[in-house]
């Protein structure tokens, strides 16, 4: 296969200045050197983790306390705010590689590019041989939005931790820093809650087509937000309200609106169900978990739905989500929810996350007059639960169908009508999963159409280019199929 060029790296870097003269062939004794600082040392490790399997090299990992030793890779902190807080310096040259960065996320980030830098066959599980050679030159880098995510459905159908470890993989290979889960449907209920154990025993215990579903106790959860920690990803909760609730009140009658269990649902339409608005209770139940729930999440972002609840309108919906917002306030989390949300009064902080499919939406561009951001999810671009084309097997066609160019071809930063790019806080690509039942098939509709949007999150409008995005993309097909990866071999790309 072709050398891999600095200039390949997907996102697109900010600066590349490449440099021949400065290759450098890895080494069987090279080192892994980083600041004596706990998270710097943690990113080497999980460099070294990367790069151990394939080259079969021991690949040490140590701290610039200790005497300098042969050529390596040196992950340094540093000061020069220049970079921000995502951002990283990486320079190869033929005395070896360099990555420097204000915060251990940025070393996360260099370590990613430094892993494209290396030929495909770096993804290897087992011992590969190979010549680990490196582009000489330098790449300076940085993020254009600060949320760049993916969402998976979790309700609709259940998946295990070790599925939703993958998905971080997935997300941390192309800098995203977000991993929205949408625990809650009217299919079934995947989180548990101390205080209201009947929505998982009950609520969980079924989902789409009539299968088992399943659950996350707290220990699950917190496994899958440490393992996104340690890969720079922040998870953001959905306890959807006050629509698409029939799993909760199969489990609790007492929320129903006519107080009568419905029975469990396992089909795909929407818009039926919601907890009754006008209950105390309700709000009882809401602040037991949004509270239970915010407890367990380190990250800053509460999100509570709020889409497609047909039967809840006007005044009492607006009501029913003031009062919502102001319990996620309480437990100091930011709130996010669907665009739906938009006339409900403001509140600190509160992002929407915009899923319209025409590019204007008057009620938003209200509330974001008011002071809300925005987080981009177009239906028709962003909505990886869309066919690729009419024989995709799994997915949906309601926003259209998405192929790999629909993906990438828009602007996240003036996609709304009337939206300024300073109150887009990112992007994020949902996958709803009605039909999509296993790893493969997540992995299948995520790939190859999540780095475009990982693309739009990070890389500048400057270097915006089907293209060449196109032809960049083309040489990541070896990298998942070594790793394993299943992926859609879309024709719109020249796969090597
Ligand atoms: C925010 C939102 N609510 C609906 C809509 O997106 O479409 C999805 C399928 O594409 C569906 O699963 C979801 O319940």
Redesign the pocket.
Known sequence: PAPVRLADVVPAPQQVEPDAAEDWLLPPDAVIVASADPAALTVAAHLAELLRPATGYPLPVTDTTRPASAGGIALALTDDDSLGAEGYRLAVTRAGVTITAVTATGLFYGAQTLRQLLPPAIESPVPITERWMLPGGTITDAPRFPYRGAML?VA?HFFAVEDVLRVVDHLARYKLNHLHLHLT?DQGWRIAVDSWPKLTTVGGATEVGGGPGGHYTKADYLRIVSYAAAHHVTVVPEIDLPG?TNSALVAYPELAPDKVAPPPYTGTE?GFSYVDPTDERTYDFIADVLGEVAALTPGPWLHIGG??AFKVKGEVYTGFVERTQRIVADTGKIVVG?HQLAPAAHVDGRVLQW?GTNGADPGTLEAVRRGARLILSP?NHA?L?MKYDPDTPVG?D??GLIDVRRAYDWDPGSHVTGVPDAAVLGVEA?L?T?SVTSLAEIEFMLLPRLPAIAELGWSSPATHDWAGFRDRLAGHGPRWATAGITFHRAPEVPWP
Do not use: I, M
Request: no cysteine; glycine share 6%.
């Open positions: 459905d609709r449907d698409h929407v889409d497609e669907w899923w239906g909505y639960d949906h309601w926003a949902p709803w009605e």
